[in-house]
């Protein structure tokens, strides 16, 4: 500890109490990579999207190949959802895989990164989480 006048503190306390709102950066600017990244994810808050889900690589792999042998990284939403009746294993594919809007936070890792980085309007590449393998489609986005 050191004496600064009157009172005993820590150099960091005392640092801490000096500094407090100041700042050496302009207001807005920041030069740390992934703080930019991290507010640029922030503009969309929820993402509408379906998905298909399978335990095997093999299964989803000829889905994925068909539509995009189709249609590119762009298939349309009823082909999507044709492909996701007949072969996904998760209770929504029932509704053509359909997930409805969800927010940031609520599916795992992995989904919800792939899900929030994919453009609307096309497909993501084949990725596994956890529960398999999945391919999403992005139908929207909203803050």
Same mark, same amino acid.
């Given at each position: $500890? ?10 960091? !306390?005392?640092?801490?109490?000096? $500094? ?44 994925? !190949? ?11 939403? *009823? ?18 895989? !359909? ?7 609520? $599916?795992?890792? !992995? ?6 980085? *994919?453009?609307?309007?096309? $497909? ?20």
């Amino acid at each position: $500890m050191k004496n600064f006048g009157d009172k005993n503190l820590l150099k960091s !306390d005392y640092f801490k109490l000096n $500094m407090k709102g100041k700042s050496s950066k302009p207001k807005g600017k920041s030069d740390n990579k992934e703080e930019k990244k991290d507010e640029k994810l922030k503009t969309c808050n929820h993402v509408k999207a379906r998905h298909i889900l399978c335990e095997k690589l093999s299964k989803i792999q000829t889905a994925y !190949d068909s539509l995009t042998e189709q249609h590119g990284n762009k298939p349309p939403a *009823t082909e999507f959802a044709k492909w996701a009746q007949d072969i996904s294993e998760c209770p929504s594919g029932k509704k053509g895989g !359909d997930l409805g809007w969800f927010p940031r936070g609520k $599916m795992v890792g !992995d989904f919800q990164n792939v899900a929030f980085n *994919t453009p609307v309007g096309q $497909m993501s590449n084949i990725f596994k989480s956890t529960h398999g393998y999945h391919i999403i489609l992005v139908e929207g986005r909203k803050a």
